[in-house]
């Protein structure tokens, strides 16, 4: 009997123990349940599931296809733009998808290496709440995701320059034919596409501008996407063309902002364009052509394209020099019975567009009655200053040997009508005139003249005047009279002083008195125009009649010398026939250093 009883005490002890075993293991999976789903939870709301970007699509802008075609076919070449772009108005019509990729690898090949794109252009459908919007997401093309720059986007949301509104990119064509050039030819370049509606003024693209102007990096590259004259024939189109034209050149904002879609499809995008000019940028139109020749439809509805490239201003200078200017004696006499502007309108035309026009003037203007013993002597009336007034002069030599022709007296006088004419005599009675500076093109320059065949001038002197001038501008030019007359060749003291002027800083050397043109001669970093012959004068023969005009640029680094060759008849200069042109330049060439032959038949010598 204790045997069962014993036998039942173990079989309850048992089931007690697997009960308590199997609580056990229902408790610890519980637990283990609990603590998985804990530590999943907490790693959900540390590390929450990644959301896919949105990518904006142009697929749906019409004849994509095209662009994407054009751009496959690209291979980026030197471009054929001289001058380093940072700007252009590009069109964005994909039925010029070659002429646009042509265009596109151009700039490429002209712009500096972007670090972003901005692109401007028109909200063709209106869309959107705001004047001008903007997005921070990425683009899908053919060629790869092109992403925008969300820390410029974000400067110019902060700016309230613009509002961020991605849904109205999809499929703008004005953003979306510009970006299968971009990512072929800018590869991983981010961009910033910008707006705007039709009605954006011009103090919205004042805020836009601002705020690129503090956002962008130095190498931003600005594309303003515009498209122009809507719905016309290529006739009519073409008229309304000058008329946009006209407006840029003369920047009336105000006009720009009334022009309609049969001018252009975006006065803002324009207004933007004209305002990130003035970031220091020269525009240059570089093509201009209407749908209609492109089709072979003129007549029918069309639209123009026109394309421009901006690149930094780059400051330029010219200075125009002529030979001996002599009014009095037969010019005198000639011109009581012609009129200036008869006299002189063709060499008006050679001096025009010139920021200084210097030359020697022969012939004291004054009304002064004292008897002069000299055989040559030259007097000219006051009123001839109207001569040097009609064909530009800003500067001319007045330290010569026909200076004391009247006495001091009359050569002060005609210090006092020159001044009172607006031209500026440079030099003095005795060869001690003071540096007459001019600035012009953020250019210094000082002008210095001599005369060798009344007065000394050694070299020690020349050097102890020029050189400290080296610090006070940035252009020195130093005219003589010298030298020995009816001469094709310097002399040696000609030489020497020139030599030793340049050596002293001096840039240019203009020489007169000879009545005959002299050579040219390169030396170190200078010019030296040995002669320039006569410019207006009454002397007769092949030799004094025969006048070159010397046009001198400074344009950055870039100095330049072109020669215009010209021919005094009744008294007047004229342009030259193409056989004296030539004859003049071979003549010169053989008066000067072998090494500038070339040069010198060219019209053109760059030092």
């Known amino acids: 009997m204790l045997h069962g009883l014993d036998f039942l005490a173990d079989k309850k002890k048992k089931q007690k123990f697997f009960l308590g075993f199997l609580i056990a293991i229902l408790s610890v999976s519980v637990v283990s349940l609990f603590l998985v789903s804990w530590l999943t939870d907490r790693e959900n709301e ?14 749906g802008v019409p004849d994509i296809e095209s662009v994407y075609s054009a751009a496959a076919r690209l291979e980026l070449s030197v471009s054929s733009f001289e001058g380093l772009v940072k700007a252009a108005v590009m069109p964005h019509h994909t039925l010029i998808a070659n002429q646009l990729a042509q265009k596109w690898n151009d700039l490429a090949g002209a712009a500096t290496h972007p670090s972003v794109i901005v692109i401007i252009g028109a909200a063709h459908n209106n869309q959107g709440d705001a004047l001008v919007q903007t997005t921070s997401e990425d683009y899908e093309t053919d060629f790869g995701t092109i992403e925008t720059d969300d820390d410029v986007v974000s400067k110019i949301v902060s700016d309230k320059a613009a509002v961020e509104d991605t849904d109205s990119f999809t499929n703008e064509h004005s953003i979306g034919t510009q970006l299968p050039f971009i990512a072929k030819l800018f590869p991983g370049v981010p961009i910033v596409p910008i707006i705007a509606k039709s009605n954006a003024s011009e103090s919205d693209a004042r805020v836009l501008i601002d705020s690129l102007k503090q956002n962008l990096p130095e190498n931003a590259l600005v594309i303003f996407s515009l498209d122009f004259s809507h719905g016309l024939s290529t006739e009519e189109a073409f008229k309304k063309d000058a008329a946009v034209l006209s407006l840029l050149d003369s920047k009336d904002f105000q006009k720009i902002s009334l022009l309609n879609e049969t001018f252009l499809d975006s006065p803002f995008t324009l207004q933007s364009y004209l305002l990130w000019l003035e970031n220091g940028l ?7 052509e209407h749908s209609g020749n492109i089709t072979g439809n003129k007549n029918e509805p069309g639209t123009s394209y026109l394309i421009f490239f901006a690149k930094p201003h780059v400051s330029s200078l010219t200075i125009t020099a002529v030979g001996d200017v002599m009014l009095s004696r037969a010019v005198g006499s000639k011109l009581k019975t012609v009129s200036v502007e008869t006299a002189f309108s063709s060499a008006r035309d050679v001096l025009d567009d010139s920021d200084l026009v210097f030359g020697n003037l022969e012939s004291v203007l004054s009304t002064s009655m004292v008897e002069s013993s000299k055989e040559i002597r030259f007097k000219a009336d006051p009123a001839r200053i109207d001569v040097l007034q009609y064909l530009g002069f800003t500067q001319v030599s007045v330290t010569n ?29 005795g060869n001690d005139g003071a540096p007459v500076f001019v600035e012009v093109e953020n250019k210094r320059v000082v002008f210095l003249a001599f005369d060798t065949t009344i007065w000394k001038m050694d070299t020690a002197t020349l050097g102890e005047i020029i050189s400290p001038l080296n610090s006070q501008a940035d252009i020195i030019i130093v005219s003589f009279h010298w030298g020995s007359e009816y001469q094709h060749l310097p002399n040696n003291q000609q030489i020497e002083l020139a030599h030793s002027a340049i050596e002293a800083g001096a840039d240019v050397i203009i020489g007169h008195h000879p009545h005959f043109l002299e050579g040219i001669e390169k030396y170190k970093d200078g010019l030296i125009l040995y002669s320039l012959g006569n410019f207006i004068f009454d002397q007769f023969g092949e030799p004094e009649n025969e006048s070159v005009v010397a046009r001198i640029s400074w344009s950055g680094e870039e100095k330049s010398l072109e020669l215009i060759p010209m021919r005094i008849e009744n008294y007047f200069p004229r342009p030259v026939t193409e056989v004296e042109k030539t004859a003049t330049l071979d003549s010169l060439a053989s008066w000067s250093d072998v090494s500038l032959s070339e040069e010198i038949r060219s019209e053109r010598i760059d030092w």
């Open 46 to 59: 540390e590390t929450p599931a990644p959301v896919l970007p949105k990518l904006i699509s142009i697929s």
């Open 282 to 288: 020269d525009s240059e139109l570089v093509w201009h």
């Open 401 to 429: 040997n026909h200076i004391g022709d009247y006495g001091r007296a009359a050569w002060d006088e005609s210090i006092v009508y020159l001044n009172a004419g607006g031209v500026i005599p440079v030099g003095g009675y």
